[in-house]
Structures are given as C-alpha cells and as structure tokens.
C-alpha cells in the first residue's frame, strides 16, 4: 500500500528536508519513526526539498509498507519525533500516486519582522532598516514576476536545474503594520532551488534603491543575472500549501 503523510515542521534544528550523511534533517526523522512503528524499512519521499533553516506549515510525503497501519499510527509516530516536527494525518492513495510529482502547485510565504522580537527571532528575518524601504517599489518588483516564465536570475549558482521555466501565479507582499510585519506570498507549479528567498532580496534591493524595476525586468528578459543579488536568510520562509487533483 502506498501511503500521504501530511506535516509540518520548524526548520531550525534540521539540515533541509533530505537526508545527509552526517546532518539531521526532517527526512531522516522521519523514516527512523515510521520504520520503527512499522516494523519494517521505510522510505519516504517528499513533495520537495527544502533548505536548512527552512520551514513548512504544510509539507507532504509518502512511503509504501505492507499491510494496514496500526491504530493510532500518527500519535504513535509523533511520540517518536521531536516537538519541531509533526504529523497531521497518514491517508492510502493509489498505487501510483507521487508526492513530488502530482503535486501541481506550491505555495510559500517569506517573513520580514520590523521589530526586534525574541519570540520569533528563528521565524522572521529582522530587517531594522525597514523605514527605508519602498513597499510600492517592492510590490511592483513582485507584480512583475507572474509576466515570465522564466528565471533564471532567481535561481541558486550551480542549482543543476534541467530548466528554469516556472508558471508564477503569484506574488504579492501583505503588510500587517500591527504585527510589525511584511510577508511575501508566492505561488507557482513549481520553483527553482534559492528562488524564493532570491526573490525577496531582489525586492529588498529595490525597495531600498540598490535596483531600479528596469533592472529586474532586464535580468528576465534576457536571462541573465542581476547585477546584484542577495540571498536573504532562510528562516524567514515556511512552504504554507501544496495542491494536488486528487483528494487524499
């Protein structure tokens, strides 16, 4: 039987989704539980990958065992794993059915905190010099996105992408002055290793006038890289929605 297993995570104590070698990430977690409440070897593969220091409000993996699972399969399973990661729910599907590859559209928002705050301090970026930034500039670096389908300026050097075309369907940054935050919200079928967090320093960039809108829109037209770029740090992005055509 091939199994769903929906999740989320905090991405702070973990190297990324996949497995390492000599790194703990979610992945590897993950398969040490279920294999030890199943009795049997497990491996897991997950709608995509992220980063160290990334997280996911919503993530979806599957795995094939024999048999049905236990009951109380998911409490069992998250008295396994630490409190930075757990299990929602484990459903059957088909046969056929792939985390990665049927999922059709993936959502992610970026978190910028204008306030120092230790209680989110691993979940926002803190960016002090915020009364400088053009959030018109900034919103129209990202209104222009969705006009390309390519973008190879926000992708991460050395990514070993076979392509870098995205169908972009969003992208747009919501201020919420009494949070004292501003968050990007994004939304493709797919996206390329660095892109989002890419993306956001692009839009800092011009909001802080380091880029000019033309200088964006140069950089996609001809695929090329920007003149300047910045990566900002990954613990500002959580993964929030994955879509599939199927329910589960």
Partial sequence: MRYFLTLSYLGTPFHGWQRQPNAVSVQEMLENAVSTILRQPVEITGCGRTDTGVHARYYVAHFDAEGEMPPNFVNGLN???????????????????????????????????????PFTTGTAWFYPQYKKLDLEAMQETAGLLPQFNAFFPFCKTHSGADSYDCLLKRAVWMHEPTKHRLILHITANRFLRGMVRLIVGACIQTGAGQLSLEDVRTALETQKPLKKSLSVPPHGLFLSEVKYPFPF
């Fill in 79 to 117: 008295s396994l794993l630490p409190q930075a990661l757990a299990v929602q729910a484990c459903s059957p599907v088909a046969a056929d059915a792939h985390a990665r590859y049927d999922a059709f559209e993936r959502s992610y928002e970026y978190h910028i905190s204008f306030r120092k705050d």
